[in-house]
C-alpha cells in the first residue's frame, strides 16, 4: 500500500498536533511538529540573549543558524517524539508563553525558514508522515496527497491555549493568551515569506464546535478516501 504524505495547516491551537499524533498513530506513520522546530529556534535566540522584550538582534542569530541542531527523539512513555536543540531535550521548555510571544517575529526571517524546510522536506521525502504547520500544504510539501487547513473562533482557541498551559502550571490569563494567539494570527498571515494561507487545494475544517473525537473521525474519513484514491 502507497504511503501517502498529509500536510496540515492553520491557526494556532485549532487542534493540527493532536489530530496529527492521532492519524500518524492509527496509520503507523511519522508525526512532525514543524511549530516545534520554529519554537527551538527561538528558544535558542532567547538563551543566546538575540531576542527579547526590548531587542530582536536578527544579523546575530542568523549569523549562527548553523550551530543550531534540532532533532526529534521518540519517548516510548509517551509515544511521540520529543524535540531536542544540539542534544539537550527541551519539549517542556518551548511551549511557555514567552517563546510564543517571540516566535512569530523568528518565524518572519527567510534564513530560519530556509534552513527549517530544508530539513522537514527531509524529514518526510519518504512519505508516510503527517506534518502540522503554517506552510506545510503551500511550500513544504506541495504535493501531499492530503492537505488540511484548520480554523476555529479566536476565542476557542485561546481558552483551549489557556486550559493547556494552567494545566502545566504556568501563570497566565486568558486575556494574555488570546492576545498571543490574535497577534501570531496576525504576523503569521502577514509575513511576506510563506504566510499562512489555505492551499488552492485544501479541505478546510472549522472545529469551533467539534470535539476532538469528532474530529479525529471526520479527518480519518478524508485520509480512508485518500488512500482508496491512490491505491
Ligand atoms: O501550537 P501553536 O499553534 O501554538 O503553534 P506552533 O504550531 O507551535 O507554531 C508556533 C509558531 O511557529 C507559529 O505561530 C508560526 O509563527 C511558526 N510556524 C511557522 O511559521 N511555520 C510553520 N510551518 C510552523 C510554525
Ligand atoms: O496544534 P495546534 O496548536 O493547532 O492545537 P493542539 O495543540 O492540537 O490543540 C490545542 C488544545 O485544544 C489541546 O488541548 C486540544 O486538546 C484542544 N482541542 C479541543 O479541545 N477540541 C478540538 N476540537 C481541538 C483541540
Known amino acids: ?117 530544508e530539513q522537514q522536506k527531509q524529514l518526510g521525502k519518504d512519505g508516510g508522515v503527517v506534518m502540522d504547520g503554517r506552510d506545510i500544504g503551500t511550500v513544504v510539501f506541495t504535493d501531499a496527497e492530503l492537505k488540511l487547513f484548520m480554523t476555529a473562533s479566536a476565542e476557542t482557541r485561546a481558552e483551549r491555549r489557556y486550559s493547556e498551559l494552567i494545566e502545566r502550571g504556568d501563570a497566565v490569563t486568558y486575556e494574555a493568551v488570546l492576545k498571543n494567539v490574535q497577534e501570531r494570527d496576525y504576523i503569521d498571515s502577514h509575513r511576506k515569506d510563506s504566510p499562512l494561507t489555505k492551499a488552492k487545494d485544501a479541505i478546510q475544517i472549522d472545529n469551533s464546535n467539534m470535539t476532538l473525537q469528532e474530529q479525529f473521525d471526520k479527518i480519518l474519513e478524508l485520509v480512508n478516501v485518500t488512500l482508496e484514491n491512490v491505491n
Open 1 to 117: 500500500m502507497k504511503k501517502i504524505t498529509i500536510a496540515i495547516d492553520g491557526f494556532s491551537s485549532t487542534g493540527k498536533s493532536t489530530v496529527a499524533k492521532q492519524i500518524a498513530n492509527h496509520l503507523g506513520y511519522v508525526y512532525v511538529d514543524s511549530g516545534a522546530m520554529y519554537r527551538a529556534v527561538t528558544y535558542y535566540a532567547m538563551q543566546q540573549g538575540f531576542i527579547d522584550v526590548n531587542h530582536f538582534d536578527i544579523e546575530g542569530l542568523v549569523a549562527n543558524l548553523k550551530t543550531i541542531d534540532i532533532r526529534f527523539k521518540f519517548n516510548n512513555k509517551f509515544g511521540f517524539a520529543e524535540v531536542y536543540l544540539n542534544d539537550m531535550n527541551i519539549e517542556n521548555d518551548i511551549r511557555t508563553l514567552e517563546v510564543s510571544s517571540f516566535v512569530s517575529k523568528v518565524a518572519e526571517i527567510s534564513e530560519v525558514r530556509q534552513k527549517l524546510v
